[in-house]
């Protein structure tokens, strides 16, 4: 089984619901803390979910710095993987990340077994949060507070160090959920294959 495989059936089989929701967004491929990484699914509605997938070829090279861009933004993180590397990367991820085990099906398909559930995130970074805005965006979010024009001109990392200092943690995620949610171009992308 290979990444698009496994996403594809993914995306069916436990994301439909979230398709189907018009105040949800599914998106791949969404690069975190401007592109350090990126995560294979993001699911954005009243929270944001992370979804990491591992292929038989897929390594694991990268996932430490996975695990930490995905660490830093998601509310929640699921790993989904084949037996080929669920031991070795359950043994790499925080507890609260949830695993959910891939094997082929009785009759060829991709099946999914949740081998652990997610818990919340207990320490996301609210300047990570923040990346995940475009600068016109962090800018508008910074005017809609009474930001003077010349302070809309700075650089995107002087704006989202200004969004962390004046929104509560729990506001600035609320604010780039709606904000990435109205993302018109992604709305067209996320339904399922």
């Not at 060829?108 to 320490?123: E, K, S």
Request: contains cysteine; proline residues 4%.
């Amino acid at each position: 089984m290979n990444d698009r495989e496994i996403r594809d059936a993914y995306h069916r089989r436990r994301l439909s619901r979230q398709h189907r929701d018009p105040s949800t967004i599914v998106v791949d491929e969404l690069g975190l803390k401007h592109g350090e990484c990126r995560a294979d699914i993001a699911v954005i509605n009243g929270h944001m979910v992370g979804i990491e997938i591992k292929s038989d070829a897929d390594s694991l090279d990268r996932l430490a710095t996975q695990v930490e861009g995905y660490s830093s933004v998601f509310d929640r993180a699921v790993l989904v993987a084949t037996d080929k590397h669920l031991a070795n990367a359950t043994s790499r991820i925080p507890s609260w990340w949830g695993i959910v085990r891939v094997q082929q099906g009785p009759r060829g398909g991709v099946d999914f077994v949740t081998v652990r559930p997610t818990m919340a995130n207990p320490q996301v970074d609210s300047f990570a949060v923040a990346q995940l805005l475009w600068r016109d965006e962090a800018a508008q979010i910074l005017s809609s507070l009474g930001a003077e024009p010349r302070q809309l001109r700075s650089s995107r990392a002087v704006l989202y160090g200004e969004l962390v200092s004046q929104l509560s943690q729990c506001e600035l995620r609320r604010q780039v959920r709606e904000t990435m949610k109205m993302r018109f171009p992604w709305r067209e992308s996320s339904s399922p294959s």
